[in-house]
């Protein structure tokens, strides 16, 4: 399976059972709450009903407590199991409690003289005959036609064990309805995601061509007026490529170092043939103009949007560790990374490769020159782990000609700028 989908179903399929496990229980608790509102809602209407007399101003307190009897009467004949009625001051006027009721009524936490505005219930645990079961608590205030207060009324109904089984199964209905709807959510958005990550991978692959195609141009007009850079080029940016591996770089950083290795003379476009070419030494003028190759580069990939970090090897390939270099004569940590990797892998290709105007050095002798530079060339951490992968660098470059050494670094940008399965 292609990464991006191995990783695209992986995202949603976790998503997916999140959303279930957590959506589940929360759609079971709303499922559930929903079901004992719809109880007490049922409850409070009832309620009413019975009740109505509060309101009526003529009636004497004995026949306003006799019809609240006979109310409490009625609302605990199939409703509730406590039923309490109060007048307007919180004065109890009458208390009917069912056999039920009488179990549970010590299980209920005691409640003060009624005073309260707004209707509310509460939920109480309880015990009956052994079994765990649910009474709901009602507190109605009761209002005459004029908004005004008349009375109150309190009430408990334990819920039945056949209603608390209605009200966990269709909570368990609607909970299994959400696990179900999440996890064919995922399924349904799958084929887009692999579809938008599959073009997501055609476009990185045409910008990963971009780059390739864009620095070997400029690398063969390099190549073209400096027949030395062609296969140095390639080597030093695998070289640094795997001494940035080995450091743990990645991303941007990486890439900005392969890019930036391999473009890091492209600046000798802007020097004269004469300079660039000429075969003996140069004077100190010519060697001014030479190291201006520093900086036409700088501004050749600035222009051309690369990366900051291949700007940074470009600009600062020539700098040392010790501040003796150019053009800006950077010295220690202040050198950008990766121009102190590329720096080591420079040196050693140059001083390991045959030039019109010397012969190559010998391993033993490349690495003897390395080590001196350290701490006054080189950075001396970065030479130690070099040091430790120059024998391997050394034999696999060494038995390659530039076609077989351009396939090893597209091996290595194909890591760091694509994700392949």
Known sequence: MNIYKKRAAQRIGLVSLLLAIVGSPVAWLISRENAEEEIVSFAIEESRHP????????????????????????????????????????????????????????????????????????????????????????????????????????????????????????????????????????????????????????????????????????????????????????????????????????????????????????????????????????????????????????????GAGWLPSVAAVVAAHHEKWDGQGYPRGLSGPAIPLEARIFAIADVFDALCSKRPYKEPFSYEQAIAILQEGAGSHFDPDLLAHFLDIAASVYNTVSSMNEEQIRELLRATMTRHFVINT
């Open 51 to 302: 009740l109505a007399f509060l309101d009526d101003a003529s009636m004497t307190g004995s026949e306003k407590a006799r019809q609240a009897q006979h109310g409490a009467d009625i609302l605990t004949s199939g409703i509730f199991d406590i039923a309490e009625v109060y007048d307007a001051q919180g004065n109890k006027l009458a208390e009917k409690v069912t056999a039920t009721g009488d179990m549970v009524e010590s299980q209920l936490p005691h409640h003060p003289r009624p005073e309260y505005q707004d209707t509310h219930y509460e939920n109480n645990a309880i015990t009956l005959a052994s079994d765990k079961r649910n009474a709901i608590r009602v507190f109605v205030p009761l209002f005459d036609k004029q908004k005004k207060l008349s009375g109150y009324f309190e009430g408990v109904r334990v819920i039945p064990e056949w209603q608390m089984q209605q009200i966990s199964a269709d909570a368990s209905i609607v909970a299994l309805m959400v696990a179900i709807a999440s996890l064919l959510c995922g399924l349904t958005i799958y084929p887009v995601v692999t579809y938008l990550a599959k073009e997501n991978e055609r476009k990185t692959l045409l910008i990963y061509e971009s780059h390739i195609s864009m620095m070997e141009a400029l690398g063969r007009a390099i190549a073209k007026r400096d027949s030395d850079t062609g296969a140095h080029n390639y080597r030093v940016a695998w070289m640094s490529a795997l001494m940035g591996e080995k450091l743990g770089l990645s991303g941007e950083h990486m890439q900005g170092l392969i890019i930036g290795s391999f473009l890091h003379d492209v600046g000798k476009i802007g020097i004269p043939d004469a300079i660039l070419l000429k075969p003996g030494k140069h004077t100190p003028e010519e060697t001014q103009m030479m190291r201006t190759h520093v900086e036409h580069g700088e501004q050749i990939v600035k």
